[in-house]
């Protein structure tokens, strides 16, 4: 295969297409804004799914390394009302169909699987222009032109690559999280500790809700769910000083274990707007470019799909160039044939999950999505 292989973004789904086509005997060149993997905090743990992340790390021979990085009891659940009682208590029964892993293990594990100079850091491209007969010419913040005959746009949310190939944006959802962490918890902070147990806590109610992780080393991740205006949140957060004290008076009244995990929060609250693209976006084929990940179908996080996806995206999309090497085209058309119809799906799960999670009669169609319950009125 001739053709030179572009991909924007060093996240997760750009690495698993470029470990893929590596082990097919394809090169890819990654340009990432980023100066290094350790540029910026990469978030919190990522379950991954059977049926699709898991998948992705077999196809870029990955499951051992991955195994090795398992926050062992992590898939455990609790449920609390707002004064604290416990609602439902789901252990991790050790059979590995959701293992949580830190995402900062998982992209250090994609990158160091690729040879040196497959990643270029610190090459933000400011412009992509179209040259004709599926070749492209990328423009970078600091540094030379580059032109590519095949370009993929694992670029985010906010893809540069996007609208060469569709002019939908996306739209805040009315969510958003704002996060904030609490270290040596078990010793320093024992209820709230207590509260999150061993994996995953959701104590909700309509329109709002504090979420938590207990990541390794007693660390405890907590989102504050909050359905407002975007303007709101930034007024808040705009004052870093009574910023959690605000945060906090939107949960008066709930048992002091869980607004802990606010007010005893040890970093700056982080906001994390929720935004999505339409649940069925999708393209005509334009020939050399393509997309993947949160750049192809940006849903809310609310069906724990968008990592898994991204990164089954790459995977996907790297055995279809290795299936067709000498007709680009074949193996982007087969490709999106797929990704269409997958992200759909996942996209629309992931909207009525939000729905259910904080709707009306929050905590019952939580309760009942993690239980496998038919919903009720």
């Known amino acids: 295969m001739t053709t030179p292989i572009t991909i924007i973004g060093a996240g997760l789904g750009g690495l698993t297409l470029a470990r ?13 804004a980023e100066t290094s993997a350790d540029a910026r905090p990469q978030g919190g743990q990522l379950d991954l799914h059977e049926y699709n992340g898991q998948l992705a790390l077999e196809a870029a021979g990955l499951t051992d390394e991955f195994r090795a990085i398992i926050h062992e009891g992590g898939e455990a659940v609790r449920v609390l009302d707002q004064h604290g009682a416990v609602l439902l208590d ?12 830190l995402r900062a293990d998982l992209r250090r594990i994609l990158a160091d699987s690729l040879p040196d100079e497959t990643i270029q850091w610190g090459h933000k491209v400011t412009s992509v222009r179209p040259l004709g007969d599926g070749r492209y010419e990328l423009a970078f913040a600091d540094g030379p032109t580059v032109t590519t005959g095949l370009l993929v746009g694992a670029d985010g949310a906010w893809s540069r690559v996007r ?3 569709s002019d939908a944006k996306p739209e805040y959802v009315g969510t958003s999280f704002i996060e904030t962490y609490l270290y040596d918890a078990d010793q320093r902070h024992p209820a709230a500790a207590k509260a999150v147990g061993d994996g995953s806590l959701f104590a909700v109610t309509a ?21 407002k205006p975007q303007e709101w949140i930034a007024a808040i957060l705009a004052s870093p000083e009574t910023a959690a004290a605000q945060v906090a008076a939107e949960f008066t009244g709930w048992a002091p274990e869980l607004t802990a995990l606010i007010t005893n929060g040890e970093t700056a609250l982080t906001p994390r707007l929720i935004s999505a693209l339409p649940i069925d976006h999708r393209w005509d084929r334009v020939p050399g470019v393509t997309l993947l990940g949160d750049a192809a179908h940006l849903m809310s996080p609310f069906a724990g799909e968008g990592a898994n996806l991204a990164m089954l995206d790459g995977a996907e999309l790297g055995k279809a160039i290795a299936a067709h090497p000498d007709n680009i085209e074949a193996a982007l058309a087969e490709y999106e044939q797929a990704l269409f119809c997958r992200s759909a799906r996942c996209a629309t799960e992931s909207d009525q999950n939000h729905q259910l999670i904080f709707g009306d009669n929050a905590p019952a169609g939580l309760l009942n999505l993690l239980t496998g319950r038919e919903p009720t009125e």
Do not use: F, M, S, W
Not at 20 to 32: D, F, N, R, S
Not at 92 to 99: I, L, V
Not at 207 to 227: D, F, M, P, S
């Open 90 to 101: 789901q252990p991790d029964d050790g059979t590995g169909g959701r293992p949580e892993v």
């Open 207 to 227: 329109g709002k809700g504090i979420l938590g992780h207990r990541e390794a080393n007693a660390v405890l991740h907590t989102y504050v769910a909050l359905n």
């Open 163 to 165: 609208p060469l190939l």
């Open 20 to 32: 893929v086509l590596h082990l097919h005997g394809i090169l890819a060149t990654i340009y990432e």
